[in-house]
């Protein structure tokens, strides 16, 4: 059974950075395709930020500020987060799906994390 388990979420400072990190167990992350979403109180799950093979894909609002890595190796997932605004506050999700596809759809991923808490205070 795949479990994905993130951690590095915190309150920060408009400005601040943080780096999330998703560590995923019971499987490959290198065969997996593997994303970060985040949601605000009240609103939908959306997402932030896909990392396949070689590829990277990010939403509009974090492009040049959020950058997704991985290290197969420790079988683990980054989200390095810069100049953190206070519309960047939720709580992060990491997620994984098979396959070389990047996806932006909740749907297409099969497994998903606790989440971690983001907070960014103006």
């Known amino acids: 059974q795949v479990q994905l388990v993130e951690s590095g979420g915190g309150l920060v400072q408009a400005g601040d950075s943080l780096r999330l990190s998703c560590r995923i167990s019971?499987?490959?992350?290198?065969?997996?395709?593997m994303a970060w979403f985040r949601q605000a109180p009240g609103k939908d799950r959306d997402f932030v930020a896909a990392i396949s093979f070689a590829q990277t894909y990010y939403t509009d609002s974090v492009k040049g500020r959020f950058s997704i890595s991985r290290d197969n190796a420790k079988n683990t997932v980054y989200l390095q987060m810069n100049s953190l605004k206070p519309e960047d506050a939720a709580v992060y999700y990491c997620?994984?799906?098979?396959?070389?596809?990047?996806?932006?759809?909740?749907?297409?991923?099969?497994?998903w994390g606790q989440g971690t808490q983001v907070t960014v205070s103006s």
């Open positions: 019971g499987g490959t992350s290198s065969t997996y395709a």
């Open positions: 997620a994984a799906r098979m396959g070389r596809a990047i996806v932006i759809t909740t749907s297409l991923y099969n497994y």
